[in-house]
């Protein structure tokens, strides 16, 4: 039956009129709730042992205080206000401070069962009495009572008790006032003495849990009626800025984008996205197998954030933040200076110290207080490594979603283990990847080369080229494109080839001087010839023209001779048919 | 402890109880809560009491000091250490046990011949 009315309570997505909330104050529980707590109204916070019950209420009540200026009072059934304000002086609650500036009422309700004798019937008017007066000598608005089933204990006519308790929650919500109670949790009930049967306004229940010996705190909102809320398991810490619950965004796809472009820190990495590098609050994934060089690109990237004078949160899990500086400053890259200048945040903790919830909530705060224009983080892998968790992914998904949300420009790098794996790691964020940088080995003979390539780079015309690089004492630079018989060639493989090609070129512009050359001697001969045979026949004309002279003049001589014969014998006939034959000669020669 | 105990019983005769019943208002439970307690101390301490009543509604302050939640509650001040018995005071040997008190030779007799 409860699980039905927990389903109703959680499909309902209409806000009704008039249900007005207040805001907590916690990080992130204000946006599962779409606002905060009902205000006027009660809320239980319940949860098994040391899981933040009475932090919550705390919080509930400092924040109040601090941030939107509504006194409260807490009423402690089982710390006293000394104990509970060291407990919280050590996250900045000024308990004290607060109770002098009559903000807030502390009571503390102390509940001994062995100091109590029964005798006949009784009500709680003094537990209303004094929530009365600690409510009037501040103004509250804000009610907080800590374990109020402490009372289970201390007095056995239950009866009563829960007569009193209906009471008392009709009470507080006569009064206008917001309040939160938290209550144990029960084997297989939300409270031990079944509280949430009273209040049916908003039930929050935590949770703590430890995987792998990693412990992950859990907070659910079970109910909240007639308001939409977020029906997950969220994570949240309690750290010493209080409580923050990492709040899972929808991921609707609304960034606002921008064009443009923040340099890489690698120059020639630059000239391969159009020459000027990443897009501004784009999300950019770079990985490889270990020792490829993703810090040191991270490094550059690091650099040339804070080289524009905006701020760059470096968080990382493999090397302390000495390390890493040691490690940037032998391929030249000064970053210690950035952080002197305040530009650079370095933040490095072990993988294993929290689950993976816990490394992205602290990201997210560490990104709320920094409020960075870029964050690395070096590397994802480390998260996603090892967890069985299901909902890992989607919480990567999540924190990138949150960081495109937030414009800031995110370098994400990866370890891959193999290159089997080198696509497959990433394949569940690389949908929200903007830039995808693959950095690899080339194993060839004998050695390994270093390797880079832009899988992808959305919104811009990139390279395609797989570029070997080397780590110099000033970084990372890229050695100019090879490519030789489809293959890529690295290292002193590339020099041989270089040399090979070169000794090809050589060769090849010889063979071609030569032809060249044979060529031009062939037109010389040619020519010669050609002259010869012209001489040739030039004396062979005039050869032929002497003859024909010759020949000429025995005919002339020839025809004055018949003409003188003819003329001396006077035989005219066959004059003109001579003339004819000497004019068709003439112009022959 | 059991010591002060004795001790206390034996001071018992000379010493005076102070005792505060814890009221809010008049209503009927604590009426009847201060009718049950002046009888039983008229029979079992005759002029060795001293009894207090505090009306919250009135002084709601006065509530913290002695932890007050239920009402009605009677709280043995003097001797101590303190003493609480919360109710209407109607079962009179719970109070008795409750307040630390060796019923007299008479109230026992009493007790017996009823």
Redesign the interface.
Known sequence: MRQLRNANGRTSSVVLPGLEKAPTGIQGLDEITGGGLPRGRTTIVCGGPGCGKTMVGLEFLVRGIEEYGEPGVLLAFEETPQEMTRNVASLGFDLEGFVRRKKLSL?F???EPS?????????????F??L??AVDSVGAKRVVLDTVEA?FS??SNTAVLRAELRRLFRWLKERNLTAVITAEQGEGTLTRYGLEEYVSDCVILLDHRIHDQISTRRLRVVKYRGTSHGADEYPFLIDDTGISVLPLTSLTLNHKVSAERVATGVADLDVMMQGKGYYRGSSILVSGTAGTGKTTLGCHFAEATCRRGERCLYVGFEESTDQMFRNAASVGIDLKSYVKKGLLIHEAWRPTQYGVEMHLLKIHKLVERVRPHAIIVDPISNLIGGSTHRDVRSMLVRLVDFLKGKGITAMLLSLTRGLDHLEITEEHISSLIDTWILLRDIEQSGERNRCLYVLKSRGMAHSNQLREFVITDRGIRLLAPYLGAGQVFTGSARLVQEAKDAAEALARKQTIEHKQNELRAKRQELQERIQNLRAEYQAEEKAMELLIQQAEKVESRFEQDTEEMVSSRRATARGPERQNRRHANGAQS | MKSKANSNAAKQKRDVLELRL?V?GQ?P?SL??LA?LKRICDEHLKDQYRIEVVD??KH??L??GD???????LVRRVPKP??????????TE??L??LDIRPTASGMADAESA
């Open positions: 009571d309700l102390p509940v100091e109590i004798q029964e005798t006949g019937d009784y009500d709680l008017e003094g537990l009495i004094r009365q007066h009372l201390g007095f | 814890y809010a209503t439970k009847a809560a049950n919250l509604v709601p302050q509530a913290q932890q007050i939640l239920a009402i009605p509650t303190t003493r609480k018995i919360i109710g209407d005071l109607s079962n719970r109070v046990v409750g």
